[in-house]
């Protein structure tokens, strides 16, 4: 049961469900059962890593926008106004 859950949270990129799946992982005894496990979470921890770097990627494009159209604003002159 927490294998399928696990399996279709993994599907949906359900960060949040993988999160408290991690916080109740049963205990397994079958050797086939734990094998499947292992597996999953691996996929599980390259998801989480994949998510986190297109957040930052996303971060960075974000940041860069506002840094251009904070640079193209009008009004702003670094040059001394004598003529007011």
Not at 17 to 29: Q, V, Y
């Amino acid at each position: 049961m927490w294998i399928d859950k696990l399996k279709i949270a993994l599907i949906e990129k359900d960060v949040d469900g993988i999160d408290k799946l991690l916080e109740n992982i049963p205990e397994l005894t079958d050797p086939k059962e734990l094998e499947t496990a292992i597996l999953l979470l691996k996929q599980a921890s390259e998801l989480l890593h994949i998510l986190k770097d297109e957040t930052a990627t996303a971060m960075l494009k974000t940041k860069q926008n506002l840094d251009y159209l904070n640079a193209t604003k009008e009004g702003k002159s670094s040059k001394l106004d004598i003529k007011s």
